[in-house]
């Protein structure tokens, strides 16, 4: 009876994967939507950046704290305020709402990638089960930033050059995939394009076809990406001058951050450990299938025979991971969340194998899983108690029960079609969201939002105190307290601002406050938090007589 039913929604699913989609979105987030405060650091600067597009006109070239922002193009903060004038909500709704439907575009994205490439209705939705049961994403989905739409535009893109080349003729899809390539790039940078262009070349050259790539049609597509770029281009020059352009935008914040970046530096091997962590639990899946295939001749002979025979898809998704990872791996600067755009492609070489895999193997996956989910819950709800956290974390116990529940159900029908499995695990995930994030996420809002001192530096704002900082992350008090701060990493700077001022409302790291040499005597500190591990102080000086 339960196989029955499971078998009929799984059916339904495969008819209307977008309404699939777009309720398990739905069931993951509507709850979190405007219950928590915007975290460090990203998201308070993001919300200031929009704060100035929205009310300083600040469109071209995003500003934060009242400097100009060329971290990140416009596009996705263009995405939020259309969000925010096609619907009711406010800041900071706006922003939780763009990170569910960029969410919702990266799985059509990736749906779409495995349509093009020529699976099946039961691999494609088996894909974005895949990617919703991925715990590492289904938190990004209640996290605001411009990643998963970056990362949504850049899986398209492989779908319509695949497409180009794929058929007989060319056609639009190569405007289309430079459209999107350079639509990415408005979103977060040039890997944007780059991207799309590496898998496409790396696979033609697979498939002795590089002189395809070379044709009328990508030359039209290329101008169009062109075209693009060059009216972002115009509109910087316009904002900030031509020396802006090549200076700043160009020169640090692309260039620099590839060779020899100024953050976020990293070693070589830091990719290799962060995506196997990132991918849990579908990071077992190698460990369950027969891998020794690999080591027989069978395998890559028909390996090499795909080089001129079928449409090479399972070489396009191979080619698409390793080249992003290696790519991403010979930059300088390396961030976790740069791995969502192999993601889709992982998601559809993993979806094909535990569709076509014998039982045993599928057995002994998901008994790992089931293992991984128990040992994860227990782990949490042994551990909670250690977790070196100032601030009381509400719904760990929920979470961890939800998640020993989900394993167990695992194992007692780990020998159920991977199609059911994967309903009982993507519900396992839907359920365990609830308890964290209506009650975990929120309890941790004093330990990773600045919120709680920015209010303060307003209230005092708003008493004539000049509100100040020194060696903070640009902009992550301005959002909440709603006026800009004199930011500074160097002490004589700080000292002469402070020297022309009466009353300061000074931010400061507390290890930065201990090694003040010649610490103004009459600052008081009044407030400290931890936020995101480090120890943050409000100091305040009022020389106004009579105060």
Request: charged share 15%; aromatic share 14%.
């Amino acid at each position: 009876m339960a196989a029955r039913i499971t078998d009929s929604i799984w059916n339904f699913c495969e008819r209307h994967p977008w309404l699939f989609m777009t309720v398990a979105v739905i069931a993951q987030t509507w709850f979190t939507l405007n219950n928590r405060a915007l975290w460090f650091s990203d998201e308070v600067r993001y919300g200031n950046a929009y704060q100035n597009l929205v009310q300083h006109g600040d469109w071209m070239v995003l500003s934060l704290n009242g400097m100009p922002y060329p971290d990140k193009p416009p596009v996705y903060f263009w995405f939020l305020w259309l969000i925010d004038k096609l619907t009711p909500a406010d800041m900071p709704t706006v922003f939780f709402i763009g990170a569910a439907l960029s969410g919702l575009l990266f799985l059509f994205a990736a749906h779409w990638l495995a349509r093009a490439l020529g699976f099946d209705r039961k691999t494609a939705l088996a894909s974005t089960a895949i990617l919703l049961s991925t715990l590492f994403l289904a938190a990004l989905f209640h996290y605001s930033r411009m990643d998963l739409l970056f990362g949504a535009c850049i899986t398209a893109a492989h779908a319509c050059f695949f497409r180009a080349f794929a058929g007989e003729t060319q056609g639009r899809w190569p405007i289309a995939g430079f459209a999107l390539g350079g639509l990415a790039t408005l979103i977060k940078g040039p890997l944007g394009f780059l991207f799309p262009l590496l898998t496409v070349l790396l696979w033609l050259l697979w498939r002795g076809r590089i002189r395809e790539f070379f044709s009328r049609p990508m030359l039209k597509g290329l101008l169009v990406m062109v075209a693009m770029l060059a009216l972002w281009i115009a509109g910087v020059m316009i904002a900030q001058g031509p020396s802006f352009l090549i200076d700043t935008v160009i020169g640090k914040h692309v260039v620099q951050r590839a060779t020899h970046t100024f953050h976020h530096r990293e070693p070589l091997q830091y990719y290799f450990i962060a995506l196997p962590l990132a991918w849990l639990p579908w990071t077992l899946l190698p460990l369950a299938l027969p891998l020794k295939k690999l080591f027989s001749g069978g395998f890559w002979a028909s390996a090499l025979a795909e080089r001129s025979s079928g449409n090479g898809r399972n070489s396009f998704l191979w080619l698409m991971f390793l080249g992003i990872f290696a790519l991403l791996s010979s930059l300088s600067g390396k961030v976790l969340i740069y791995i969502l755009p192999m993601f889709p492609a992982m998601a559809i070489l993993s979806a094909h194998a535990l569709t076509t895999t014998d039982g045993r193997h599928a057995r002994r996956f998901w008994t790992m899983v089931a293992g991984f989910l128990v040992m994860l819950g227990a782990g949490i709800f042994v551990g909670a108690d250690f977790a070196p956290l100032q601030t009381p974390v509400r719904g760990l116990a929920l979470g961890a029960a939800v998640l020993c529940g989900g394993g167990a159900l695992l194992f007692v029908q780990r020998n159920a079609p991977a199609t059911a499995n994967l309903l009982c695990l993507g519900l396992a995930v839907i359920i365990w969201l609830y308890p964290v994030g209506l009650l975990t996420a929120p309890s941790l809002d004093p330990a990773m939002s600045p919120k709680a001192e920015a209010l303060l530096i307003k209230q005092y704002a708003d008493k004539g105190y000049e509100p100040m900082s020194y060696k903070i992350y640009s902009g992550i008090f301005t959002y909440y307290a709603e006026r800009n701060l004199f930011e500074t990493n160097h002490m004589d700077e700080l000292e002469q601002r402070m020297a022309q001022a009466d009353k300061v409302v000074l931010a400061i790291r507390k290890r930065h406050w201990d090694d003040w040499k010649n610490r103004p005597q009459d600052l008081i500190p009044i407030h400290e938090q931890i936020i995101s591990g480090d120890t943050y102080m409000l100091v305040v000086r009022n020389r106004v007589s009579g105060s």
